[in-house]
C-alpha cells in the first residue's frame, strides 16, 4: 500500500486525505450520537432502579399499613370481645340482683300478709268476744 501511495499524484493524495477526514468527522459525529444514546440508555436504567425501589418502598408502606390495619382489627375485635364479656356478667349479676329483690318482696309481702292476716283473725275474735257480750247483757 505503501508504494502505491508513492505513485499517487498530489492532488489524489490530497483527495484521500479530504475523503479520510470526511470520514473521520462522519464517524465522530455517529460515535457522538451513540455516547449519547448510551448514556440516555444509562439514565432510563438508573430511573428504572429508581422506580423499582419506590416500588419496593411503597410496597413496604402498603405492607405495613396493612400490618397497622389488622393490628387495629384486632384490637378492636379484642375490646368487643371484652366488653361482650364485661356486659354478660353485668347482666348476670342484675338477674342475680332482681331475683334477690324479688324475693325479698315476696318475703316482705308474704310477711305484711300474715302480719294483716293475724290482725283480722284478732279483730275477728274480738268482734266475736263483743258481740257475745253484748248478747250476755
Request: hydrophobic share 35%; glycine share 2%.
Amino acid at each position: 500500500m505503501d508504494k502505491e501511495l508513492r505513485k499517487m499524484k498530489r492532488s489524489d493524495l490530497l483527495d484521500i486525505l479530504v475523503q479520510q477526514n470526511h470520514k473521520i468527522e462522519r464517524l465522530e459525529q455517529e460515535l457522538k450520537i451513540c455516547n449519547q444514546e448510551l448514556a440516555n440508555r444509562q439514565i432510563q436504567i438508573d430511573n428504572a432502579g429508581s422506580i423499582a425501589d419506590a416500588s419496593l418502598a411503597l410496597n413496604g408502606i402498603f405492607e405495613a399499613a396493612q400490618a397497622a390495619c389488622q393490628q387495629y382489627m384486632d384490637n378492636v375485635k379484642r375490646r368487643s370481645d371484652q366488653q361482650e364479656q364485661i356486659c354478660v356478667e353485668l347482666e348476670r349479676q342484675t338477674k342475680e340482683q332482681c331475683e334477690r329483690m324479688l324475693l325479698d318482696a315476696q318475703r316482705q309481702a308474704d310477711a305484711y300478709w300474715e302480719q294483716t292476716n293475724q290482725k283480722i283473725q284478732q279483730l275477728l275474735q274480738e268482734t266475736e268476744g263483743l258481740r257475745e257480750l253484748l248478747s250476755l247483757g
